[in-house]
């Protein structure tokens, strides 16, 4: 259940799937947050392509005149996006991701306001991703 003041329904459930469609494609679900085909690829690889629903929530503090205190910004986007995983140990996997984030609106407010104070649309913009992750619970 998310419980996100983020998100665009405040509190909604999440229905998750993982369901082999052969011995090499899985379908994975977490519905509204994202769904991908993975593939197991070169033995320790693993290529994904789908679409995932992120939110963010920034809080500012201007401290200026005429200003009040605390605003928050917030941004809801679908990512659609190709990614590779790959498992350099046990505990280490290299990542690399890409693909194209539409920004549905963003908008800045004064906290705990429905009063909207700005508005902002964007285009469809290109992202590219490369990281190293530590995974503490796999042994």
Same mark, same amino acid.
């Given at each position: 259940?998310? #419980?996100?003041?983020?998100?665009?329904?405040? $509190?909604?459930?999440?229905?998750?799937? &993982? /369901?082999? +469609?052969?011995? =090499?494609?899985?379908?994975?679900?977490?519905?509204?947050?994202?769904?991908?085909?993975?593939?197991?690829?070169?033995?320790?690889?693993?290529?994904?392509?789908?679409?995932?629903?992120?939110?963010?929530?920034?809080?500012?503090?201007?401290?200026?005149?005429?200003?009040?205190? #605390?605003?928050?910004?917030?941004?809801?986007? $679908?990512?659609?996006?190709?990614?590779? &995983? /790959?498992? +350099?140990?046990? =505990?280490?996997?290299?990542?690399?991701?890409?693909?194209?984030?539409?920004?549905?609106?963003?908008?800045?407010?004064?906290?705990?306001?429905?009063?909207?104070?700005?508005?902002?649309?964007?285009?469809?913009?290109?992202?590219?991703?490369?990281?190293?992750?530590?995974?503490?619970?796999?042994?």
């Amino acid at each position: 259940l998310n #419980t996100s003041p983020t998100a665009i329904f405040f $509190i909604h459930p999440i229905f998750s799937l &993982e /369901h082999k +469609l052969n011995d =090499k494609w899985t379908l994975d679900l977490a519905f509204p947050k994202y769904g991908y085909i993975r593939k197991d690829i070169f033995g320790n690889g693993r290529l994904s392509a789908g679409i995932r629903y992120e939110s963010e929530l920034f809080f500012t503090y201007p401290k200026q005149t005429g200003f009040m205190d #605390t605003y928050t910004y917030n941004r809801n986007e $679908i990512r659609i996006e190709l990614m590779y &995983e /790959h498992h +350099l140990s046990q =505990k280490f996997i290299f990542t690399i991701r890409g693909g194209g984030v539409n920004t549905f609106w963003g908008q800045m407010k004064v906290k705990n306001s429905s009063d909207k104070l700005i508005k902002t649309p964007q285009d469809m913009n290109m992202f590219f991703n490369v990281g190293v992750s530590y995974n503490l619970i796999r042994k």
